[in-house]
């Protein structure tokens, strides 16, 4: 009996449990109540405010993939929007945009800070 693809699983799981290094609404929002101490609503209501839309376009798909590829904070489905912004690259922009601290932005701003005044 074959095994098949030994890393099939961990790659669909990662994909699946973690939209590819990709902030949801739902993400960002649970960030704001764990960074900032936030309740959910004001959470919510800071998340929002920030994207320019309202608490109930959070969850609309249609509304947040436009807004996401206004701002251009990367799109969940990047093969299906070539060109937004991906990994690294949307996280700087979502931490600016969110007022926020993200701890691999931060460590990448060091690094690249040591490379730059070396």
Do not use: W
């Not at 436009?66 to 969940?76: A, P």
């Not at 070539?82 to 700087?92: D, T």
């Amino acid at each position: 009996m074959g095994v098949g693809d030994p890393a099939g699983m961990a790659n669909a799981h990662c994909v699946a449990s973690g939209m590819g290094g990709m902030r949801t609404a739902g993400d960002l929002v649970g960030r704001m109540q764990i960074s900032q101490g936030m309740r959910i609503r004001e959470a919510k209501e800071y998340v929002a405010s920030k994207l320019k839309v309202s608490v109930s376009d959070l969850v609309d798909p249609v509304v947040m993939n436009e807004v996401r590829d206004d701002l251009d904070i990367g799109m969940v489905s990047t093969s299906l929007f070539p060109g937004s912004a991906k990994g690294i690259e949307a996280k700087f922009r979502i931490a600016k945009l969110l007022d926020m601290e993200i701890n691999c932005v931060n460590r990448f701003r060091d690094k690249i800070g040591g490379i730059l005044k070396a």
